[in-house]
C-alpha cells in the first residue's frame, strides 16, 4: 500500500544515476566518521504525503490545461463571487467606471452632432442637454442619470428624441448593472466561509478501545455561541487502491462510517463532541493493525456540513488526517467541567490526548480471539456441568446400594 501511494509524495526519490564528489585519502566515512563521535547519527525521517485536503479545509488540488474556458463565461455571475476580493472589487469599479465613459462619450457625440456645442450661450438655441457643454460636463450627466441624482443643472430637453431613446437605455441598462453587481456584492459578502473558522477539529485522531471494540475518533467543536443548525458529519478515506485486473486507481475515495445508519451522524454541536467510526468487518480498517498504521500512507477527510443560525445558509468545515496524524492507543481528553448552574468548555484541552492500554493487534484479530474465548466458555461450561452430573449420579447410586444392603440384611435377620 505504501509503495502505491509513493508517487504521490512530496519528497522526489533519488535518482539512480548520481555523479558522488571524489574522495580524498583522508577523508573518513560516515559510518566511521558517526563510530568516532565526530558526528550524530541522524534518524532517518520518513517520506511525507501531499495532503488532499489541508488543515483549514482547503483542498490541494490545482486544475490545469482547462482549454473550455468559455464555460466559465457562461455562469458569469458564479464566476464573479468566486473570484478574490479584489478582483472582485476591480470589476466592480469598472463595471461603473466604463458604463458612465461609454454613455458620456454617446452624450458627447450627441452634442457634437446636433451643433450644440457651437451655439454656447445663444438663448435661441434649444440644445439636446442644456448646459452641456463638453465631454467632461457629458460624462458628468451620464453619471447623474445612471445613478438617478439629478442636480437639476443639466437636463434633457423634449426637442431631442435620440437623446429620449438614450435616455431610456442608460436607465434600464443601469438598472440591470445595478441589480447584477450588488447582487454579486451581497453573495460574496454573505458566505459562510468565515463561519467554519469557529468550526475547530481536533488536531489528532486516535484509536483506542470502546465499549471492547477498536474505534477510530476525532473531535469537532464550535466557538460561537450561534449555533449550527441540523449539522452533520462525515469522513471519507483517501487512499490509492490498485485492483484485481491490475488498474491503479489513484486517491480512492472510500465512505468510512460515523454513524449513518444509527443516526449519530447528525449532531446537535452545543459542545465539543467526539465523532466515533466502529472499526468493524464493513471498516476499511479492519485488518489494520499499529505496526500495519506505520507502514501504510492514507488521509481521512472529515466533513461537517450544516445551517448558520443567524442567516440561514449552508456552511461546511473541512479537515484532515495523515497517518502520522492518527495515534493508536490514545483517548482525548475531557473538556466538560461542570460550574454552578452551568457547563463549562476548556478548550486549553481541547486537542490533548493521553494513552490508554489498547491492543495493538488489527480489529479483525481482536474479533477472532474474542470468539475463541467464547467459543471455550461455551464448551466449557457444560462439560462443567457435565461432570457435576455425573458425580451426582454416582453419589445417588452408592446410596442406593446401602439402601438396598440395609434392606436384604433386616430381612435376614426376619427370617432367623
Request: aromatic letters at 10%.
Amino acid at each position: 500500500m505504501a509503495k502505491e501511494n509513493a508517487a504521490f509524495s512530496t519528497v522526489p526519490e533519488t535518482p539512480v544515476s548520481e555523479s558522488k564528489p571524489p574522495l580524498s585519502s583522508h577523508q573518513l566515512k560516515p559510518a566511521a566518521v558517526r563510530r568516532l563521535g565526530a558526528e550524530p547519527e541522524k534518524p532517518e525521517k520518513k517520506k511525507g504525503r501531499q495532503r488532499y485536503v489541508e488543515k483549514d479545509g482547503k483542498c490541494n488540488v490545482q486544475h490545469g490545461n482547462v482549454h473550455e474556458t468559455y464555460r466559465y463565461l457562461t455562469d458569469i455571475f458564479t464566476t464573479l463571487v468566486d473570484l478574490k476580493w479584489r478582483f472582485s472589487l476591480l470589476v466592480f469599479i469598472l463595471a461603473y467606471a466604463i458604463t458612465w465613459l461609454f454613455f458620456g462619450l454617446i452624450w458627447w457625440f450627441i452634442a457634437y452632432c446636433r451643433g450644440d456645442l457651437d451655439h454656447l450661450g445663444e438663448e435661441e438655441w434649444v440644445p439636446c442637454v442644456k448646459n452641456l457643454n463638453g465631454f467632461v460636463s457629458a460624462f458628468l450627466f451620464s453619471i447623474e442619470t445612471e445613478t438617478t441624482i439629478g442636480y437639476g443643472h443639466r437636463v434633457i430637453t423634449d426637442q431631442c428624441p435620440e437623446g429620449i431613446v438614450l435616455l431610456l437605455l442608460q436607465a434600464i441598462l443601469g438598472s440591470m448593472v445595478n441589480a447584477f453587481m450588488v447582487g454579486c456584492m451581497f453573495v460574496k459578502i454573505s458566505q459562510p466561509n468565515k463561519r467554519a473558522e469557529t468550526l475547530v477539529f481536533s488536531s489528532h485522531a486516535v484509536i483506542s478501545l470502546r465499549d471492547d471494540r477498536l474505534c477510530l475518533m476525532f473531535r469537532v467543536g464550535d466557538l460561537r455561541n450561534s449555533h449550527i443548525v441540523e449539522a452533520s458529519i462525515r469522513a471519507k478515506l483517501i487512499m490509492s487502491k490498485q485492483t484485481h485486473e491490475g488498474e491503479f486507481i489513484p486517491l480512492n475515495q472510500t465512505d468510512i462510517n460515523v454513524g449513518f445508519e444509527t443516526g449519530d451522524d447528525r449532531l446537535f454541536l452545543v459542545s465539543p463532541l467526539i465523532i466515533s467510526h466502529e472499526i468493524n468487518e464493513h471498516s476499511p480498517f479492519w485488518e489494520v493493525s499499529k505496526e500495519q498504521l506505520r507502514k501504510d500512507e492514507f488521509e481521512v477527510v472529515v466533513i461537517l456540513e450544516g445551517m448558520v443560525e443567524a442567516t440561514g445558509m449552508t456552511c461546511q468545515a473541512r479537515s484532515s488526517y495523515l497517518v502520522d496524524e492518527v495515534l493508536w492507543g490514545h483517548r482525548f481528553m475531557s473538556v466538560l467541567s461542570l460550574e454552578d448552574g452551568f457547563y463549562e468548555v476548556d478548550y486549553n484541552s481541547f486537542h490533548q490526548t493521553f494513552e490508554v492500554p489498547t491492543p495493538t493487534c488489527s480489529a479483525r484479530e481482536l474479533a477472532e480471539a474474542a470468539a475463541r474465548m467464547d467459543a471455550h466458555l461455551y464448551w466449557s461450561i457444560p462439560s462443567r456441568l457435565d461432570e457435576k452430573v455425573e458425580e451426582a449420579t454416582e453419589k445417588a447410586e452408592e446410596g442406593s446400594k446401602e439402601r438396598n444392603g440395609n434392606l436384604a440384611s433386616l430381612e435376614s435377620e426376619s427370617k432367623v
